[in-house]
């Protein structure tokens, strides 16, 4: 199985950017996605979550402005922000398989290798 991002960059505050996972080798209608974030110093967190069902979950620092959804003909996950704010720069990961289905979950069972987001 691998995930791998992208669409991160340089943004400015109130600006959007799209990030893509991309899922290979994987039965990933069945499984639990999310996107979590990492910033400098800070420990990774939970961003948005979304079920099999397309149920969402979302952290409630990014509610109202991210919205997570996949394309399942196309294995792959979205994560679109709008209204950025310079407190949501940090690297950007892609899961697969999370355990519960939140946005805490307890087990993870794949990692991509993350994306970069700037608000600046």
């Known amino acids: 199985v691998q995930l791998v991002e992208s669409g991160g960059g340089l943004v400015q505050p109130g600006g959007s950017l799209r990030l893509s996972c991309a899922a290979s080798?994987?039965?990933?209608?069945?499984?639990?996605m999310g996107w979590f974030r990492q910033a400098p110093g800070k420990e990774r967190e939970g961003v948005a979550a979304i079920d099999s069902n397309d149920s969402t979950r979302y952290a409630d620092s990014v509610k109202g402005r991210f919205t997570i959804s996949k394309d399942n003909a196309k294995s792959t996950l979205y994560l679109q922000m709008n209204s950025l704010k310079p407190e949501d720069t940090a690297m950007y990961y892609c899961a697969l398989d999370l355990r519960p289905c939140t946005v805490i979950p307890r087990y993870v069972g794949r990692w991509g290798q993350g994306t970069q987001v700037t608000v600046s």
């Open positions: 080798g994987a039965t990933y209608n069945t499984h639990c």
